[in-house]
């Protein structure tokens, strides 16, 4: 028998699933118009357009939930969901495309493979959160 598991309203709101999914699919819909931007105008303004919403939105989305940094082993949970990974991609990625176009590169940790510049920047965004809302509770206690 299958166990029954429920989540509670206060634990996932269909609403962030739901616009993480469109938000997500305007990215891959984005890149694929990129290919065809310059064949008419109005596929290059949809591609303009799509490119200066969905990427902050998706952004803002992301951020939203870093709200739980305060939480112990939030920096833990930052480093396991994103930079062990990017890391592991990065590595992936560099050996992938040596052994693809048949010659070697430095392998460069801050210059991002393909799409890994995500990881990478949640992972900065995630760190200057801590550190600016930190210094911010700091700063209130100094001087109130």
Request: glycine share 4%; proline share 3%; aromatic share 22%.
């Amino acid at each position: 028998m299958a166990e029954d598991v429920r989540f509670s309203q206060a634990e996932r709101d269909p609403w962030f699933d739901n616009a993480r999914i469109i938000l997500v699919s305007l990215v891959v819909l984005g890149h694929i118009l990129t290919v065809y931007r310059f064949d008419s105008d109005l596929v290059f303004f949809l591609n303009n357009f799509l490119s200066l919403v969905r990427m902050p939105a998706l952004i803002f989305l992301c951020g939203y939930f870093a709200k739980r940094w305060e939480r112990e082993g939030y920096v833990l949970g930052v480093f396991r969901k994103l930079v062990f990974p990017y890391f592991f991609f990065q590595v992936v990625f560099h050996e992938y495309y040596s052994w693809l176009y048949g010659h070697g590169s430095d392998l460069r940790f801050l210059m991002p493979e393909y799409t890994l510049w995500f990881l990478l920047s949640l992972a900065s965004w995630n760190a200057l959160f801590v550190i600016f809302r930190g210094s911010s509770l700091l700063f209130r206690s100094l001087f109130s």
